[in-house]
């Protein structure tokens, strides 16, 4: 079967662009291999209508919508490699070796995050070390907070962060802070700043109690605040000669306002394709992208 667009990623961003193409009744099929960037958190806050609901919940529900209509179809597992069929569409394999084949692609398939080489960071991502401070910060509210300063994290994010706690900025041994300005700023906003290096992170399970500096010293803490660099969930945007742009975190899928990719035929959405991430954001701009798809196998007919 040639399906009219292929949807790599079903989460936030790929369902939302397949529920626009399935009502449009096109022949669609979703790919995802069942690890959203969000499983790490118990819940998503801020989404219309869903504040509080774990993510993997709400992303089973919208599959099951999806999926009603019975011009969907989902296969577990991952697109190993993409490309151009010469027919004007794309041809598709999976990783098993099932082979596909589309009109159109949307790339949703997110971002993976690179975390700092810090004892005790990584197991707590997405219950006591946060990114956004959108999503969770509430749940901390007035408790010691930290914000880790890692290029190209600006000095400036810990203002922020002080607003919803007392807040200390970690330098990590950097000298991002080097100038009276800033410091005035941050002292302002009741930031405290640390200049030695987090060597590891202290707490029982997936709590937060303390940072550890270099020396020993410990700094008593509940929630620390960093943005990882992120590099794409997939390398099929490079595959088919997608460009990119460098963003704050890291690379990000190149689009126009209708969310085509430099590659005419290749949409892209969610956390690959923005500069900032958030599960409301990834989901409209999956909109966006399914909208766009669907004009497009209109008009170039």
Request: net charge negative; glycine share 12%; with cysteine.
């Amino acid at each position: 079967m040639r399906y009219d667009a292929l949807v790599v990623g079903g989460s936030f961003a790929g369902l939302s662009a397949a529920m626009q193409l399935a009502r449009a009744r096109k022949k669609v099929c979703v790919v995802d291999a069942g690890a959203p960037r969000n499983r790490f958190a118990a819940a998503s806050h801020g989404f219309f209508g869903q504040d509080g609901t774990p993510p993997l919940k709400m992303i089973a529900d919208a599959r099951a919508k999806v999926l009603a209509y019975p011009n969907v179809t989902f296969i577990e597992g991952s697109v190993a490699g993409a490309h151009a069929d010469g027919a004007g569409g794309f041809h598709a394999s999976l990783e098993d070796g099932r082979q596909l084949s589309a009109g159109k692609i949307v790339l949703a398939f997110g971002v993976q995050d690179g975390f700092p080489d810090i004892a005790g960071v990584r197991e707590r991502w997405g219950t006591s070390v946060l990114h956004c401070p959108y999503c969770h910060g509430y749940e901390f509210s007035d408790r010691r907070l930290g914000i880790l300063l890692e290029s190209p994290h600006p000095p400036e994010h810990a203002m922020l962060i002080a607003e919803w706690g007392p807040a200390t900025l970690f330098l990590n041994g950097n000298n991002a802070v080097d100038d009276e300005e800033t410091r005035a700023k941050l002292q302002a906003r009741g930031v405290t700043i640390e200049s030695a290096r987090v060597v590891a992170l202290e707490g029982p399970g997936q709590e937060l109690s303390a940072v550890r500096l270099e020396g020993g010293r410990l700094v008593p803490l509940d929630a620390l605040f960093l943005a990882p660099r992120t590099r794409p969930g997939s390398p099929l945007a490079e595959q088919l000669g997608c460009a990119f742009d460098d963003g704050p975190f890291g690379p990000v899928i190149r689009t126009d306002a209708m969310k085509m990719t430099t590659v005419p035929g290749v949409f892209a959405a969610g956390d690959a394709a923005m500069l900032m991430h958030n599960a409301t954001l990834a989901s409209a701009d999956g909109v966006m992208a399914g909208v766009s798809l669907h004009r497009s196998l209109v008009f170039e007919i």
